[in-house]
């Protein structure tokens, strides 16, 4: 009998051992899927957004002026190196998936890469890429139009527009047209209208061949559309984004 209870003791004992360390394994599990990794070796330093109205003159015979209206945003992700951390470079950054979380009112929204120089970075952007992918490899120094980021960190690119949102149409011949955000109020947009957000996936991978994936979110156009030419915002608080190894 004594035995008996011995035999029982021992089992309860592993099987509570059993239990214990499956409930901190999936602890572990739940804490990495909310945390992600603690350091990354690069990781986010800030997000630049850019945003303005563009204009388009159409040609029309019947009207003085006939604009049509779009706005854009600029982004610029800066990515830094923790030194502490790591001693590898990167082999490339990825930005794909990206998922429309509220949408606007009006218009259409596309992606494009940058294609040209600083003074014009896409005046020749045409493919939209909203449901591909966007790759900087890395190299020795930063190129938006070549698509290459320093392998040490540096900077990356593309624009998030919001298209055919409508047209201005006017024939006073003694108005004043600046080609600004004041063209949404005169075409009667309000910019409730074009607010939106966004999110996409930005995918660090390095030469070691390890990659570590977070979801980033963004708010669109950034500042006041309507009153400022250019408005921005520089954002650095990233304890929302949620980097895993892939």
């Not at 509570?16 to 394994?25: G, K, L, S």
């Not at 599990?29 to 204009?55: D, F």
Request: net charge negative.
């Amino acid at each position: 009998m004594k035995q008996i209870k011995i035999d029982m003791l021992k089992k309860c004992t592993f099987l509570a051992f059993i239990i214990i360390a499956i409930t901190i394994v999936i602890s572990i599990i739940i804490k990495y899927n909310v945390e992600g990794e603690v350091i990354t070796p690069y990781y986010i330093e800030k997000i630049l957004i850019i945003s303005r109205v563009n204009s388009q003159n159409n040609e029309d015979s019947e009207n003085l002026w006939n604009i049509s209206l779009a706005e854009n945003n600029d982004i610029f992700i800066s990515l830094k190196k923790d030194n502490n951390s790591t001693t590898d470079t990167i082999k490339n950054i990825k930005i794909n998936n990206f998922k429309i979380i509220s949408s606007p009112q009006i218009g259409k929204i596309c992606v494009y890469r940058p294609t040209g120089d600083l003074s014009n970075l896409y005046e020749h952007s045409e493919q939209n890429y909203l449901d591909g992918s966007i790759i900087y490899t890395g190299a020795r120094v930063d190129t938006l139009k070549t698509l290459e980021i320093g392998n040490e960190g540096g900077m990356i690119g593309f624009r998030i527009s919001l298209e055919d949102i409508g047209k201005y149409i006017s024939n006073n011949y003694e108005e004043e047209i600046v080609h600004d955000g004041s063209l949404l109020t005169k075409a009667g947009i309000p910019a409730e209208n074009i607010k939106f957000s966004i999110s996409f996936d930005l995918t660090i991978n390095l030469n070691n061949d390890i990659g570590f994936q977070g979801t980033v979110n963004l708010k669109l156009p950034s500042g006041d559309i309507i009153n400022e030419k250019e408005p921005y915002i520089e954002l650095t608080d990233f304890s929302d984004v949620v980097f895993k190894r892939l």
